[in-house]
């Protein structure tokens, strides 16, 4: 079943008679709400969903034996013009229904006068009449609509009233020749007269004789009379009593109101500023991310121009944001707060009615709404992709490390992030998927090519481990797969910080990891991290770890300092909420700590309390009451000190929603940055010492036609990526030294080998043409691009693992080691092994800077006995390595370390 049937098949299961939304199907099956809006539409155009225009949209599907009747049909019956409208602008409901009677009203409709202020979209509705009538039939197809603005032309009156009627050649000076006037170009249709008030006396005397009897005469004309048929539509920002003549309005009898933006409700604003930013989206061809602080800001100001002003600033604040994106300032088209004008900003300053409507419109822990023409629906982004692991990890990561967090502390708090990670991912696969595993089942948001290489990564799983995965670990790895594969074609970094403990602890599947990186990298042409062989590793060790857990409801309690601190927090929250969920207890500054812990105890006692519950404290003392808790009523607490209204509110809310305790926890770390998102200071600029590209030279005596036939044979025989890795075309023939030449290439290459039938001085691996043809040339030559490779990318890796070295440095210096123990041992190390060793000696090295030593090896002095010769020369390659570092006399690199690389080099046997 693809995906769009199973949107169809829960659209059907959810369906209750009033319509779906697009929301409740992407929440039920857990997928994106583009996706799902896609395929409603598509089922929209095949008949067998019905779509009802409104906020939200919502969706009906239609029986079986009525999609083939709607296939008979031409069409679904739609909403008419002014219907559709005022669906989705609730404040002119009243204006539309006066309108439609106006339009229909025998035999030729009745003319209006529409009031409001200016810019509130009053030439726009009258687009929407006039669309109305020819949809209703009451005018052709080609009807005329007319719009004239009084006001143009309101210090010349006659030329105004020439405009209008027509006039006779001579009729007034410069009245060179008869000409036709408005009334008469708008016969069998509208004339709209915008601002009517600036319509001398005169004029309107002439007008009501036209809306009396249909007839009129051109300016001059005296004795020919003229008619036409015309609905006139006149509209005014005064008051018609003030500025109109009595005879001329009762020629009116319908007036249509239409109110200001500021008497519009929230809903509405926020439809006309969708509506602004999608023409803007279209206009540029790209889509646009506005910030909720933004958004905020646009609804609540105060645009005193009404629509017109609106939609003017909404197009400055684009035209700005596409400049930074053009210019390269940013790589998107995106709207901050920051970027608004300052009267526009003042409206996130607003009074709180609405801050309680932006809550009901926007989830606070979304950070942007993202326009484009091709969606119907807004997108909202912010919430991190629970099925994505590195957004996950890499915020963590950094927010930990920025506010100084012990670096041991934030590998244990990445341990539990990660394994809550994987439980919940695969609690969330074995209810999606129940079914033996089918490839096909993943068409429509995996690419062929993606699936292919997925299915044979399985296979090639399987085979190593030598048993079958579960389905719900087979679909796991698929959708995490494409996931990464997506975020490195985005350039986005991948980042596992428990990459060496996997290794340590999952050694096999971690090597199995490290291949199924090299078969993607070969099928997709693509660079693997190796961060991303631990995320792997685990998929293929989490068959039998697969726990079950019911989530628990969680209780928010607030204690604070103060007379009434935390009930404040807790009463304004509950009040947003409108509910009474959060518990505030105040703790007064002249009370001692137990007093107040025991308030608690006996709350909890009192009110039953046996679910998990989450504190929220202020400072002091008080966070240490987590434990006691805990060891008393055996229920999980957690503390989250420095507490805000905003993080009462966001944890209620969530609580509210079902989230489990340290989900709740996690999102508490959020909060803070939250409401920071439109602040984007300038970093400072970081200058990297530039990673050399690997080259291969092929030298040719004759000229470069013998080199450039080298390179087509290597080209066709190696496996290496464009981006780390060049051959280059060389010849003997030149003025220069050979060796000057390849000296100079070396500033921005690092030379792997060189093929020539001459000998070159020149301190690299050099092969002859027979070493390439019939020899082991091309082997030798991917082993070294292997080898290389994987270095270049362990660079990166180590630069984000390692505290108290740096990753480029300590990597040239483990390169060292290796290549000294190969030669000294007389082996080669392979290049899951040497990615091993690495990592491992890295880490130690950084470990031995904080004083910290390895595990005991189990039975020690058994394998050091077993493996001597090895041992004695890992253990003074590893003090050479150790005295680069300084770490002292009193720091040895202890017999536990060399005992765990030995093993590491032993297991390359």
Sequence with gaps: MGRIDEVFKKLVELYNGNGVTTMDIATELELSRANVSNDLNRLCEEGRVIKKSGKPVLYTPVKVEEVKENKSKKKEVKLNTLDEFASINKSLYSAVEQAKASILYPPNGMNMLILGETGVGKSMFVSLIHKYAIEMKRFSKNSPLIIFNCADYANNPQLLLGQLFGCKRGAYTGADTDKAGLIEKADGGILFLDEVHRLPSEGQEMLFTFMDKSIYRRLGETDIERYSKVLIICATTEKPDEVLLKTFTRRIPMY??????????????????????????ARLDKEIKVSMNSIKALISYDCEANIGQLKVDIQLICAKAYAEYVSGVKDEIKVNSLDLPVYIRKGLYKEIEHRQLWNKLIDINKKYCIFSNENDEVIFEGDKDETNIYELIEAKYHQLKEKGVDDNKVKEAMNIDIDNYFEKYMQKLQKNFNSTFDISQLEGFIKSDIRRVILEVINFSEDRLNRKLSEKVCYGMAVHINNSIERIKSNKKITNPQLNKIRVENNNEFNIALDILKIIERALDITMPIDEAGFLAIFLTYDNEFYKKEPKEVKVMVIAHGESTATSMVNATNKLLGSDYAIGINAPIEESPQKVLDRVKNYIVNNNIKSDILLLVDMGSLTTFAKELEAEFNIYVRVVPLVSTLHVLEATRKAMLGYELDEILQEMLKVNELYITDYEYNEEVIVKDKIKKLAILSICSTGDG??????????????????????????????????????????????????????????????????????????????????????????ETLKSHLKNVKGESILRNIKVFNETVQERLNIKINTNVLIGVTLHIACMIDRLKDGLKAEEFYLKNEFIEEHKKVFDIVKIELNKLKDKYYLGLNIEVDENEVCYVTKFLLNNY
């Design 256 to 281: 249509v109101n239409i109110p200001s933006l500021a008497e519009r409700t929230i809903e509405e604003r926020f439809t006309l500023i969708n509506t602004f930013m999608k023409d803007e989206s």
């Design 706 to 795: 013998g080199a450039k036939t080298i390179i087509n044979l290597l080209e066709n025989n190696l496996n290496y990526d464009d981006n780390v890795v060049e051959i280059i075309p060389m010849n003997l023939i030149g003025k220069e030294n050979i060796e000057k030449r390849i000296r100079r290439l070396t500033k921005e290459y690092k030379i792997i080998s060189i093929i020539s039938t001459f000998d070159i001085d020149f301190d690299v691996m050099q092969l002859s043409l027979q070493d390439i043809f019939v020899g082991e040339g091309m082997s030798l030559i991917q082993k070294e691009i292997d080898i290389e490779t994987t270095y270049i990318k362990m660079e």
